[in-house]
């Protein structure tokens, strides 16, 4: 196990947005704090033993704000802290193994968002007799969130164990599960379901829907096919615990002259799907390209013409709450409480289009897209929870906007060049991952750690594919990838990243 030495930490900070991290050479950091609220037992009298108490309940209190301080000497130079007014992305990086100032050449970080300072104290500052030592200062800081702990080692996988031969269209997992549950402790992306194309081979085979308990380790078809031969799923959403969750599919291909159709499953035995079928609209000749259930209030869906329907009750009915007159969407997003843009929702499609919903879906408005003229269709959009949003195309290109899409900012995926950006999706305000394809077919994955100031070519050793069409975060150093089965009698393809800060089981 690696231990660290505090001349190996460094700083590194962030002041504006899609710029990029800056060293800051001081004297150290100390006092790291994460907190999670002080718990207190919840007694009541033992039922066996007079005059003694059992715990019955652990309530744990609301947690103070992340802290650290930095330590300095004070100096005419790089006294940046004195006039710290505003508030800063901060990473305190360990595990140096290359010349300090390279960014990515760490080990792991502590990240901490929106640091503000507090007050500055310094342990002297006139002559004690004797003592000529340097005047240093002690800056504390608090975070409005953090610390995330970035693993900067993390690694992707080979290919995992599954017998579809169909192609992986979209993945979707189940967060953490507590003893207090079901007394089944299962860890973030433990339970997950993947979805295929129907197989191009052969139309008269359905597209399928796996299932993992086992952390993507294998996949097991589930009990039931939900649409006909030869319709394709597009997507799957599932909300819930491991014995008690819903989970949602979308046909992803039209069917003769009937709606936009789901079908999902209320699931006690992972496995185990007895669908049941919703028509989604009554536009004959639609078809789902895209899902997100933000919550069991709010459940959103696109379609291949233009229409964007909400579901309030899980899937059980949909109301159309906007349509764009024909256009492709592709892909949509949104915002829950505890955010900064509450209730704001993104859909992206061809020909550049951009629609935003500030209040959940009553009203819509049309966004100026980064780039000019109707040829380039916009895949994917993600967004993190301070607002910030990120859009790629099928020409290969990534933008940015933090103030709603009145400018935008270019960026992009370093290190080889891409020819389509299929997904991209948010973790945090600094941790957002992508998918990206090449010339060739075959498809890399990047990580942003800063924001999205640089999305990095996150290992060059991918797992020999033919395309990647799902990407599933579970946390900023985990997650799954899925896409195309080999052209030559190969299996579909899913990886997953491996990282020694992953949560113990």
Sequence with gaps: MTAYTHKEGRLWVQFKKFQTYKLYLLAGVTDLTDPKGTLTP???????ARRTSVVTDMLRGDPDLPSFSIETRLQKTKNWLLGLNCAANMQIHMGRCDRPDNYYKSNMAWAYGSA??????????????????KVAISVPLKARNGPDYLDFLTSFLSARTITAVEDIMDMAFLGLECLEDCQTQYKAGDIGYAVTDA????????AAVYYTTDAGETWTITSEDPFAPGESIS??????????????????????????????????????????????????????????WLDYANLYAVTNDGYVYKSTDGGVSWTAVYTAGGVEFNDVVALGPGTERQGYIWVVGDSN?????????????????????????????????????FIGNAAGEVYG?????????????????????????????????????????????????????????????????????????????????????????????????????TALP
């Design 42 to 48: 919840s007694r009541e009298p033992s039922p066996s």
């Design 116 to 133: 503000e300072r507090e007050n500055i104290s310094a342990d002297r500052g006139a002559l004690i007799e004797g003592d000529d030592a």
């Design 199 to 206: 197989y191009s081979a052969s139309p008269t085979d359905a």
């Design 235 to 292: 997507c799957v959403v599932l909300l819930g615990i491991s014995n008690d969750h819903r989970v949602i599919v979308s046909r992803g291909t039209a069917d003769g002259a009937n709606p936009a159709e789901i079908a999902y499953a209320d699931v006690t035995t992972p496995g185990t799907t007895d669908w049941v079928y919703v028509d989604v609209g009554a536009v004959n000749g639609q078809y789902i390209n895209y899902m997100y």
């Design 353 to 389: 289009t951009i629609r935003l919903s500030t209040d959940e879906g009553t009203s819509w408005t049309t966004v100026t897209a980064p780039t000019e003229g109707a040829g380039d269709n916009i895949e994917t959009v993600a967004i993190t929870p301070d607002g910030t949003v």
């Design 401 to 501: 906007t933090y103030d709603d899409g009145d400018n935008w900012t270019t960026l992009s995926l370093q290190g080889l060049t891409v020819t389509n950006v299929p997904r991209i999706r948010a973790v945090t305000n600094d941790v957002i991952w992508a998918i990206g394809t090449l010339a060739d077919g075959t498809s890399r994955a990047w990580r942003s750690t800063d924001g999205g100031a640089s999305f990095r070519l996150w290992v060059l050793a991918m797992p020999v594919n033919s395309g990647l069409n799902a990407l599933a975060p579970i946390d900023i150093n985990y997650v799954f990838v899925g896409g195309d089965a080999h052209p030559v009698g190969g299996t579909a393809f899913i990886s997953k990243t491996l990282t020694d800060l």
